[in-house]
């Protein structure tokens, strides 16, 4: 071999070694501190969550990144949260009217999209939990999800030196607490806003809706809006919608925290972000498309104590129907749902193998 | 200026200083006792058997509960708020059961309260460490809050699977708010520091209270409260569980 080879293959190594440093964990999934700044939308309320509690970090946030989307929170390594929260799904899970976790065992409700959940003031469907930082504990504790024990994922993550050296590095502190995994976690998932759809778009003057649209948005606006009010789409409030008690799940809802008689079968009203692309529908995912929603509430057979406010959203005619779709479908946030700051930090590693 | 004048300068200081840190020297170190009856009997996990108010026998494998908001009241009004103090104490654990509180001002305190459990705010803040810690078992995910006290044992009585009894009593909030706050007379107790004395309140806990005043439990019946159903009942009975031991 001359030296001209020698040259040209130690040229070629540089090249590829400068590829991939451009594509590697210091490219595509490098999170600087500008990546974390947390940017209230124009027109939103003030969030409930205070990062005050939880300054975020980049280190903070990549690591409750990496736990996000790691199945070592599960008791046999099988379930991470991204297994029923899906990045393309605005983190809801696609298909599934309820979502199986470990073993294969069901739970008894849709998994809801997670999107600008610094705005929510409760979480589950019943919401029976008052705080950001701790609706983890659920999934990861929950014996048909993760089947895990707090202190056991801790003594886990204590001794994986990554996960030490990273809780060091975001947290100053050789002891990995729950505190800090479920800040950690809450960065993560604090920072997920979508607030860029075309609807968003329309508000600011960036572009226009079609005339079924229009038209989709005011029907929307009086005939749905009192529930899925604001630019969240949801006053937070819960409600009977009339849907049919399902005999095997025996959901009774809001009254199972409440312990009220009057909030049975009471659901917390979902924000409607994305909406489109958060398939199936209802707190058990009965319904598989917009238009089985539409047609229940429009005409669909109601039944129990429900809201008295749906009867004047009977009878909507078939354009009114399609036109709601079609302003629903203005709620998907493409900008959202290709934020690399979201993604998945292991796929690179995996698809390179 | 002379030797002599250093030395005396230097005299001086020194008993300035020593004046001044004893001047300072107004707080002191104050230790609360917490021992676990059974009626009269001490409590003693898992091989004694004891009987409640309607003469049922019982084991106890666990008792934990949490103690916070410690408020001294001194006559004069001088009060003493412990905040940001939260304790678990634990049958199992014997350092658990010691409560230590330094910097506790020098006074004659008439009376002590606290909450058997976690007030409000301390539910709602999110993720908690150190005794909140959710990790230690004390705590609802699904229905957010802190589990202010935990019984576990057996009974012949009981009609659960396994004889067992299982009392997880919590909540801040309708419908089951079992924060309940706990007032002793502790007849002019005194704390002094400046002759570096520790002052040491023995309170005593009463596991048979759970039971009784002013509900009487029969395990029959009531083997098990597990969440805000009958919770208030048995927090009703708690707030009678302690006493200053003589």
């Known amino acids: 071999m001359n030296y001209r080879a020698i040259y040209i293959i130690l040229l070629l190594f540089a090249f590829v070694t400068l590829l991939y440093s451009f594509t590697s964990e210091n490219g595509y999934f490098t999170i600087t501190p500008k990546d974390v700044e947390l940017k209230i939308p124009k027109g939103f309320p003030k969030p409930v969550y205070d990062f005050k509690q939880n300054k975020i970090t980049p280190q903070g946030f990549v690591l409750g990144r990496k736990l996000f989307y790691d199945p070592i929170l599960s008791k046999d390594s099988s379930i991470s949260c991204a297994s029923c929260h899906q990045r393309f799904a605005a983190f809801a899970h696609i298909d599934h009217p309820i979502s199986h976790g470990i073993n294969g065992l069901f739970g008894k409700r849709n998994v809801p999209a997670l999107q600008n959940l610094i705005w929510d003031n409760s979480f589950m469907w019943d919401g029976g939990v008052n705080n950001l930082e701790v609706q983890p504990i659920n999934p990861i504790t929950n014996p048909v999800e993760m089947n895990e024990t707090l202190g056991h994922v801790i003594y886990k993550l204590q001794r994986n030196t990554e996960y030490a050296d990273m809780f060091k590095q975001a947290f100053g502190t050789d002891k990995i607490t729950s505190q800090q995994l479920l800040k950690a976690l809450t960065q993560f998932i604090g920072l997920m806003v979508s607030d860029n759809s075309r609807f968003d778009k329309y508000l600011r003057h960036e572009d226009t809706l079609s005339q079924a649209e229009f038209h989709g948005f005011q029907v929307f606006k009086s005939h749905c809006a009192n529930c899925h009010a604001g630019q969240l789409f949801t006053d937070n409030s819960y409600r009977n919608t009339g849907l049919k008690p399902d005999t095997a799940l025996k959901d009774s809802g809001r009254a199972a925290i409440t312990g009220l008689t009057d909030d049975y079968m009471k659901f917390k009203v979902p924000g409607l972000r994305n909406v489109a692309i958060t398939y199936p529908y209802m707190h058990d995912g009965r319904f598989r498309n917009l238009k089985q929603v539409i047609n229940h509430y429009s005409g669909g057979k109601l039944y129990g104590n429900y809201d008295q406010s749906i009867n004047k959203d009977r009878g909507l005619s078939e354009t009114d129907k399609a036109d709601i779709i079609a302003f629903l479908n203005t709620l998907t946030d493409e900008t959202f749902l290709h934020d690399r700051r979201f993604q998945d930090p292991n796929i690179y590693a995996v698809s390179s193998k | ?246």
């Not at chain 2, 004069?76 to 658990?96: A, H, I, R």
Request: glycine share 6%; proline share 2%; charged share 15%.
């Open chain 2, 1 to 246: 200026m002379n030797c002599k004048g250093v030395i005396k300068l230097v005299c001086i200081m020194a008993v300035v200083a020593t004046a001044m840190s004893f001047k300072s020297n107004t707080k002191g170190k104050f230790i609360i006792q917490f021992s676990n009856y059974v009626g009269n009997e001490k409590l003693v996990l898992d091989s004694s058997t004891y009987k409640n108010a309607l003469g049922q026998p019982f084991t106890v494998s666990m008792f934990k509960y949490y103690i916070s908001n410690i408020h001294l009241k001194n006559s004069n009004g001088n009060d003493y708020v412990c905040n940001n103090g939260y304790f678990l104490v634990d049958e199992e654990d014997t350092n658990s059961k010691q409560i230590v509180l330094n910097d506790v001002p020098n006074a004659n305190y008439s009376s002590i309260s606290f909450i058997l459990g976690v007030d409000s705010i301390h539910n709602c803040n999110g993720a908690q460490a150190g005794a909140l810690d959710p990790a230690n078992g004390m705590f609802w995910a699904w229905n957010t809050g802190y589990i202010f006290l935990k019984f576990e044992g057996n009974s012949p009585a009981s009609h659960s699977n396994g004889n067992t009894l299982a009392f997880h009593i919590g909540g801040y909030k309708q419908p089951a708010n079992c924060i309940r706050t706990v007032t002793l007379g502790i007849k002019s107790f005194a704390i002094k520091a400046t002759d570096n004395q520790i002052s040491t309140l023995n309170l005593k806990a009463d596991v048979l209270e759970l039971f009784k005043t002013p509900v009487n439990i029969d395990f029959s019946k009531t083997s098990s409260v597990i969440d805000f159903h009958n919770a208030e009942m048995i927090a009703d009975n708690y707030i009678n569980m302690f006493s200053v031991k003589q």
